[in-house]
């Protein structure tokens, strides 16, 4: 069942967090789908501008829609990830959308608040909500001078302001993580101080933590030994999760992750048998792979075991 973004945050919110998990594909979409459904947990789907564009928007749309009907006992919200402004629209007008994220970070203060401000108007008319984001994103090392960590962080200050301006429902914030499998060259240093400062001026307003995913030494080893070369791929301690829940942090988005667990099992599939070459082989040893990784996370973030309560709080 799809269901709104609001309704899961209202629901999660300083419980757990809710794993946000980007699809691309069939396989990806099945091993997502069980593995929530094994771990009993509700999710985001997310879809990025590259994923719409992978083969055409319409045949996510129209998988999600066959998955909902493949899973029936599934609830879940969909949600446009680092969205522009024309896309967010586009996505809002669909009616398919649970939320857009509209990504200005990029832009200044103002022009963040105002571009966001144009997309939390028209999302809002269609009873959609938005995420935003301030901050940039970026490993940041613990040995960093604090005006060179203040440079990337959100500043709380800010935050509260931007999201009173803006209105908008859910913010991205930075606090050292950044995208993909080389997050950090040093020791990680994770900055919940920022998330706590955020969550003492605007109590209960739901935080979203980007780039966490995990990068398990063991999944970089394994491809490495299978023909890989990620060498010095480092990723989030996933034991933060559950303090990060009690900041506020609502929604973790998790993708690198989930494409080192595709990596690995087909260059293991096919090192391991070079005379097959029919695609269902490694995607028949791939989807259960997948939803147990969706498992185990779910139950690192808290919200395993918390579909009944959800489905209770929607019908009541
Ligand atoms: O934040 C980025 C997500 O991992 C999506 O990546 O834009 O390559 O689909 P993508
Ligand atoms: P990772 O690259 O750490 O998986 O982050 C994904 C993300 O933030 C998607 O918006
Ligand atoms: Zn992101």
């Not at 967090?17 to 594909?25: F, P, Q, S, W």
């Not at 998955?67 to 680092?82: S, T, Y």
């Not at 050292?176 to 969550?199: M, N, P, R, W, Y």
Request: charged content about 25%; hydrophobic content about 40%.
């Amino acid at each position: 069942m799809i269901v709104t973004t609001a309704d899961l945050f209202k629901q999660a919110y300083g419980k757990y967090a809710i794993g946000a998990y980007n699809i691309n594909n069939l396989e990806q979409t099945m091993g997502l789908f069980q593995g929530n459904l094994d771990s009993k947990a509700p999710f985001i789907i997310q879809i990025s501008k590259g994923a719409r564009s992978y083969t055409h928007k319409a045949m996510l749309e129209g998988m999600i829609r066959a998955a909902d009907d493949v899973f029936p006992d599934a609830i879940f919200a969909v949600h446009l990830d680092h969205g522009d402004e024309q896309t967010c629209y586009d996505c809002i007008e669909s009616g398919f959308y649970s939320s857009v994220m509209i990504d200005a970070s990029a832009e200044s203060f103002e022009d963040n608040i105002a571009i966001t401000k144009r997309v939390v108007d028209a999302a809002h008319a269609k009873g959609i909500s938005v995420e935003a984001e301030l901050g940039k994103l970026g490993g940041v090392e613990e040995h960093v001078s604090v005006s060179e960590a203040d440079a990337k962080l959100t500043n709380p200050a800010e935050a509260a302001e931007f999201i009173a301006r803006s209105g908008c429902d859910s913010l991205a914030c930075a606090i050292g993580t950044s995208h993909g499998a080389f997050k950090f060259s040093g020791t990680q240093g994770l900055h919940f101080e920022v998330i706590e400062d955020i969550q003492k001026r605007c109590p209960g307003f739901p935080l979203v933590m980007h780039g966490s995913s995990s990068v398990p030494q063991e999944e970089v080893a394994r491809i490495n030994a299978a023909g890989g070369d990620l060498k010095g791929a480092k990723g989030v301690d996933e034991n933060q999760f559950a303090k990060a829940a009690t900041l506020g942090v609502t929604k973790v988005n998790i993708d690198t992750d989930g494409r080192l667990v595709w990596c690995r099992v087909h260059r293991e599939f096919f090192r391991d048998f070079p005379e097959k070459f029919d695609l269902r082989d490694p995607g028949k040893v791939f989807m259960p792979v997948y939803a147990e990784f969706i498992a185990k996370k779910n139950v690192k973030l808290g919200s395993a075991g918390q579909l009944d309560a959800v489905r209770a709080a929607l019908k009541g």
